[in-house]
């Protein structure tokens, strides 16, 4: 008994709200909706405590690294200084002069300079990746010249008509693509997640506690 | 009283086309059909990256992406654990060492079980310290960009759900000249990989990577129903177009119940 | 660092990375200390979603702010903007969001547009009720009855706030534009607000993702008309004649394209005299 409520409690569990989930999403049914409505606020409220499990990992990381004077040891002091102070700062208030201080002159700026590094490795890869070594290399290259062209004012200053021809790309061509992929996508996950529900895929084997 | 919502009819009735088209496929290839996936040239590379990583006495890594395993990132997350768990196998045997990092908690989890018995079939021991997690976003693109520099790894397997910082790694790989497996299901991702990779997985591909590598018929008959229902798809695409080409609406027309 | 321990090949082909983000940092920083001025053409995309969002006079929209400080350097500006917009038209404004820097994010760009009217209008024409757990779960929750949330970012209950009176569910509201920096966030939107007919979407999005939602976006389809990037926040910028960053920042983009231009065509001829060669 109890190992059949092991492997197949959680199963049930996510097929129920699964099944909840999917038919409140297309047909109005009281008091499934109220209930769906009910599920998802606690849904919700489960999610915050995802941060948790992060947070402590990480915390028990450091410190074995910091206990034993691990190599890099001085990037733990770093790490788990930084989370100290943002951790007090938080408990003074999210509206808090020093939390909001933190949070727009560190926080916001650092995340800023990480995703501008983006830049620096667009342009390394595109002159790496935009040469004409075959037929299908030089029409890649043709199309992302006249994109480039196309969606800054400079191009625009040059000829008027870029902006056009890459209007028309990204509607026709590459939606078209875009479309296509799409499309696939969704059943592939849309696959997996039905498989999920019904106990099976590797998601439905986790669940039931078989890996 | 059940009420169909205003709109709904027709997203509704492909959702139950759906379903009833992966249990059918489900009950096939459970029953013994076989149904096999093409080879996919990304995943016969994992044999050449761990090669190639033996041969220059040079760690891995490998990552299932930056997403988690709820919502809609998690079918490309379980992908990319199946891959991780084929490279931590092949790492194994080979005896190079192997770093699988993720921004996710539940992940960590399920990476570190996932490497521990894959080592464990091959008789070895995984070193759960190389299982590393960099929570938020741009820490991980970062924390992983410099580990794969420290560490000089010889190659980077990187399929799974990705956002929009897998080009900060994997442009640091480059310049290490590691060898790179990539993939994902994110559009606007996928440039990156084109960009970067040595071989790639694009799209459901990255699903179908899952089912190739695990073998297991629940999986297979997954991406089997998936190519079926495209075909469908096509069908209504093609009859949607030659009756539209006649100026007729009525066909668009019973989408929009 | 050449780790491999080789000789690093020269000439045109085997450019050093370091010498390309060199010249980058250049290109991208001069413009921006001295702007060269190069014009702006409002594209009639960017015009649409400004004729709709000013269409009529005191319509209610929500600004859902679904992204990490990393997106705010082309979405800040874009937000910026439609609040000048909405401060321009009476539109009254509902700030939200389902990533957890959403409120802190809709404070920012509410004090930089409201501050000096705050006290008087805060609550009557704007609002912050800030991150809603949940992701997609939390959408929903949302869509169907906002007052679930119970208290904005600031933890004013909803009833001391009187514009909430008359919205309680994603009926309400006009228009939910959606400021996002990856596809996750607009597909929950279109799935759980614009699919069951709750409210109309624009989007306002990055550069790199606004392709990815082309398919979505048109006058019958889920989202109505979006803005991409820092150049559609300066083309928003000029056809409201509220001038900011973005417009200052367009130069900089544009050098930045100029660039790789110039690498694209370095790395061509390289690759033509080795055929030549070989």
């Known amino acids: 008994m109890a190992n059949l409520a092991k492997n197949y409690l959680a199963s049930v569990i996510v097929a129920v709200i699964g099944f909840l989930f999917v038919f409140t999403y297309y047909f109005l049914a009281q008091p499934l909706n109220d209930w769906s409505q009910t599920l998802a606020q606690i849904i919700s409220l489960i999610s915050l405590f995802a941060v948790l499990p992060g947070a402590f990992l990480m915390i028990r990381r450091e410190t074995s690294i910091l206990t034993v004077r691990g190599p890099n040891w001085d990037r733990s002091v770093i790490t788990l200084g930084s989370f100290l102070v943002f951790l007090i700062a938080g408990l003074t208030g999210l509206s808090s002069p020093i939390y909001l201080w933190l949070y ?33 290399a030089t029409v890649l290259l043709v199309v992302g010249l006249l994109t480039i062209l196309g969606v800054v004012p400079f191009g625009a200053s040059i000829w008027s008509g870029f902006p056009t021809i890459t209007d028309w790309i990204s509607k026709y061509p590459s939606t078209g693509t875009s479309r296509g992929i799409t499309i696939g996508i969704a059943l592939g996950t849309a696959g997996v997640i039905i498989r999920t529900i019904a106990g099976q895929g590797r998601l439905g084997r986790f669940i039931k506690g078989e890996e | 009283m059940i009420q169909l919502k205003t709109g709904s009819a027709s997203s509704f009735l492909f959702l139950l086309g759906f379903i009833i088209v992966v249990f059918i496929a489900y009950r096939l290839v459970t029953g013994g059909r076989k149904v096999t996936i093409r080879l996919m040239p990304a995943i016969e590379a994992l044999d050449e990256a761990v090669g190639r990583a033996a041969e220059m006495r040079r760690p891995i890594h490998a990552t299932p992406g930056d997403s988690a395993l709820g919502g809609m990132d998690g ?13 931590a196998r092949k790492s194994a045997q080979s005896g190079v060492p192997l770093y699988i990092t993720t921004p996710d908690p539940v992940v ?13 079939l091959e008789g070895e021991e995984f070193n759960p310290t190389n299982s590393m997690l960099f929570p938020f976003w741009t820490s991980f693109a970062i924390g992983i960009s410099g580990l794969v520099y420290r560490e000089n790894v010889a190659s980077n397997i990187c399929v799974g759900g990705w956002h929009g910082i897998v080009l900060i790694l994997m442009e640091t790989a480059s310049r290490i000249g590691a060898f790179q497996i990539g993939g994902t299901a994110f559009i606007d991702q996928l440039p990156w990989f084109v960009a970067c990779c040595d071989y790639y997985v694009l799209g459901e591909e990255v699903f179908a ?23 469908i798809i096509i069908a209504i695409m093609a009859l949607g177009i030659l009756i539209g080409l006649t100026g007729s609406t009525w066909f668009s027309n019973l989408f929009k119940m | 660092m050449n780790l491999q321990n080789k000789p690093r090949k020269k000439g045109l082909l085997n450019i050093d990375s370091r010498i390309i983000w060199l010249l980058l940092l250049f290109f991208v920083g001069i413009p921006l200390v001295r702007p060269i001025g190069i014009p702006i053409q409002v594209s009639p995309n960017t015009r649409e979603f400004y004729e709709i969002l000013t269409e009529q006079r005191g319509i209610t929209i929500a600004l859902a702010l679904d992204t990490d ?21 009476d539109l009254k404004v509902v700030m939200v969001g389902w990533n957890s820097n959403s409120g802190m994010f809709a404070n920012t760009y509410l004090t930089e547009v409201f501050s000096d009217v705050w006290n008087s209008q805060y609550g009557i024409n704007f609002v912050n009720l ?14 169907e009855d906002i007052w679930s949330i119970e208290q904005d970012h600031y933890g004013t209950r909803l009833e001391n706030l009187p514009m909430m009176e008359d919205i309680r569910t994603a009926s309400d509201i006009d228009y939910l534009i959606e400021c996002c920096w990856n596809l996750d966030y607009p597909n929950s939107i279109m799935r759980q607000f614009v699919a069951p007919g709750y409210t109309k979407m624009l989007a306002a999005s990055t550069a790199l993702v606004y392709p990815a939602l082309l398919p979505f976006i048109g006058p019958d389809r889920p989202i109505k008309s979006a803005i991409k990037g820092m150049d559609g926040a300066a083309q928003l910028e000029l056809v409201s004649n509220h001038p900011g960053l973005a417009i200052a920042g367009t130069d900089a983009q544009s050098l930045a394209h100029v660039l790789i231009i110039i690498f694209i065509a370095i790395g061509n001829l390289g690759l033509f005299f080795k055929r030549e060669e070989t």
């Open chain 2, 75 to 87: 079918p490309q997350t379980v992908a990319g654990l199946e891959v991780c768990s084929a490279v």
């Open chain 2, 108 to 120: 960590h989890t399920l990476q570190t079980d996932i490497a521990e018995q894959a080592y464990r």
């Open chain 1, 104 to 136: 727009n002159n560190v926080f916001v700026i650092l995340s800023t300079a990480i995703f501008s590094l983006l830049a620096f490795y667009i342009m390394s890869a595109g002159y790496r990746t935009f040469r004409a070594r075959s037929w299908e």
């Open chain 3, 69 to 89: 400080p990393a997106g705010l350097a082309e979405l800040g500006p874009q937000i910026s903007a439609i609040l000048k917009i909405a401060r321009d038209y």
């Open chain 2, 209 to 231: 990577a899952g089912a190739y590598l695990s073998q297991n018929p629940s999986d297979i008959s997954a991406v089997w129903s998936q190519d079926i229902f495209k075909l």
């Open chain 3, 130 to 143: 800030g991150y809603v757990p949940g992701m997609e779960t939390g959408m929903k929750q949302f869509a």
